[in-house]
């Protein structure tokens, strides 16, 4: 992996990851820095996109190091995408305070017109597992990806306000039957008042974590985002 980049927004010739690499940068957000990996797909899809992935509660210790971020980012590598993961404000070498999903919907818009400005005319594919996956749903509406993809969203768990509005793009919901920590019932009620609904794909015998089962996570969003790339 490839040395940071303490990069700004304005600054479109900034270092950038050769085929199959990574590389760490450090954009200037709303908050400061944000920490973040960027990775070069080894075979770029046509036309070319990127993958902005969000991982889960930072105060539950969620990190762009989750193993379930960390499969989101590689299955959109894997599909020819850019991935870029990140942490969100507060977490790891991530400037400012956590700000209950407000200030992190900030951090995604903001890291969207980034890689736009280095990838212009790219589709983007917002990516996001459990608290990651609801700001990445609010997110949508402003930053309007070609692409959703939602891991366990817990849009009854930790939030007070309404839900946010469907992205209007195809979308699809990655959830485990035996989740723990997000009612995978709750989940599907909440689904069906989309119209459409997203695409659900459910996953028995798997809790929230997915441990020993981060295979079907790939083998969801992989042909998802190939067989929508048209």
């Known amino acids: 992996m490839s040395t940071p980049s303490d990069d700004q927004a304005g600054k479109p010739d900034a270092a950038w990851p050769r085929p199959g690499e990574t590389l760490e940068v450090l954009p200037r957000g709303p908050a400061g820095r944000i920490e973040a990996l960027l990775s070069a797909p080894k075979e770029p899809v046509s036309p070319p996109g990127f993958a902005i992935v969000c991982h889960p509660h930072p105060l539950m210790g969620g990190a762009m190091s989750n ?3 960390y499969t989101l980012a590689s299955s959109a590598q894997k599909a020819g995408l850019h991935a870029l993961r990140f942490n969100f404000r507060g977490v790891g070498r991530s400037e400012g305070l956590h ?9 995604v818009l903001f890291l969207v017109d980034w890689m736009r400005q280095r990838l212009p005319g790219a589709r983007l ?3 996001g597992f459990s608290f990651g996956a609801f700001v990445s749903v609010k997110a949508a ?3 309007r990806p070609y692409l959703q993809v939602s891991i366990a969203p817990p849009f009854s768990k930790y939030f007070s306000e ?11 919901v990655v959830h485990g039957r035996d989740d723990e920590v997000v009612s995978y019932d709750d989940t599907v009620q909440i689904l069906n008042g989309f119209d459409p609904p997203p695409l659900l794909v ?9 441990h020993a089962r981060l295979g079907d996570i790939q083998n969801a969003v992989v042909p998802f985002i190939k067989e929508n790339w048209l």
Not at 162 to 172: E, K, N, T
């Open 67 to 69: 193993k379930v971020a």
């Open 99 to 107: 700000d209950e999903g407000r200030g992190e919907t900030d951090d």
């Open 125 to 127: 594919v917002l990516m």
């Open 141 to 143: 509406a402003r930053a």
């Open 162 to 172: 309404p839900v946010p509005p469907r992205p209007d793009c195809p979308w699809l």
């Open 202 to 210: 459910s996953a028995d015998g798997v809790g929230h974590f997915f």
